[in-house]
């Protein structure tokens, strides 16, 4: 799986365009991985948005994330779920989700990172790494040298979080992050596909270095 450019859609940040909206000009941008992040929507509509997203990304081939509900996940066919620490624990989601589909974990240290591997986590998402506007709840960065230490620990695919932007991706990147999830660098931005391709371009580029 490729996790380069991992976007998170938000309607609070994207400037009045919807979920759909954002995921198609992600998406068109070289976005490897769409999450739908919504904390307001029914389950109804979120399912109906989820749907739309999917088959945004089943045409382009991008992975499809729905963050928090494992059910919605499931019931839209998306290819996997985001869990946080105060959400449904790994362990109890993946006997609920069929083979092959993605569980990604929120970890905020090395143990919580380990423990989400063992309980079978597909990734994990350093949060946040840099302290971040967009999440009211985030606390403080957890740092580079957090993201290092993760990184030596465990071999999952490992995503940064929070903060991150064209200006700092690169280091993210040496730190040892094989991709970096973002909502305002892409999604506030007006143009969201042009800030997609510069975000990959710059992630492309600092792998090609570091690697
Ligand atoms: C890729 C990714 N990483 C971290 C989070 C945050 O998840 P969580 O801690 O459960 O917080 P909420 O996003 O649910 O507010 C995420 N969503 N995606
Ligand atoms: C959803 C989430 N989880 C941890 S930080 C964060 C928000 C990231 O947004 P931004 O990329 O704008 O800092
Ligand atoms: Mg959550």
Redesign the pocket.
Known sequence: MVYDLYV?TDEK?GNGRSHTELARQAVAGGADVIQL?DKNLSGRDLLDTAVAIRDITQDTGALFIVNDRLDVALAAGADGVHLGESDLPIRYARRLAPPGFIIGA?VSSVATAVRAWEEGADYVAL??TFA????DD?GPGHGLSTLAAVRAAVPLPLIA????NAGNVAEVIAAGADGV?????VV?EDDVTAAARDLRDRIATAKARVR
Not at 161 to 164: A, E, L, M, N, V
Not at 181 to 185: H, K, P
Request: charged fraction near 10%; aromatic fraction near 0%; avoid cysteine.
């Open positions: 998170i940040i992040r929120s949060s946040p971040t506007g967009s999440k985030a979080i929070g903060g991150i999830a973002v909502i305002s660098a506030g």
